[in-house]
């Protein structure tokens, strides 16, 4: 049996990080025309975060089925 609320949790997670970040820079953008250091790097980890929330699943899905059969 899956865990939905956790893989929900964890989807929601991956989405919010990556709005949050893409709203910051585009604040930063706005207000000093340019995006510091620490910024890029928050925006790298998110979306590192991220595409390893949503690749695993895919991953472990994937080896799954391969086993199953």
């Given at each position: 049996?899956?865990?939905?609320?956790?893989?929900?949790?964890?989807?929601?997670?991956?989405?919010?990080?990556?709005?949050?970040?893409?709203?910051?820079?585009?604040?930063?953008?706005?207000?000093?025309?340019?995006?510091?250091?620490?910024?890029?790097?928050?925006?790298?980890?998110?979306?590192?975060?991220?595409?390893?929330?949503?690749?695993?699943?895919?991953?472990?899905?994937?080896?799954?089925?391969?086993?199953r059969k």
């Amino acid at each position: 049996m899956e865990n939905t609320h956790f893989k929900v949790s964890q989807y929601a997670c991956a989405v919010l990080l990556i709005v949050s970040s893409i709203a910051l820079v585009a604040y930063q953008v706005v207000s000093i025309e340019d995006v510091a250091a620490g910024l890029l790097y928050y925006v790298a980890q998110s979306f590192l975060l991220a595409g390893s929330i949503f690749g695993l699943e895919q991953y472990v899905r994937i080896i799954s089925q391969r086993y199953r059969k």
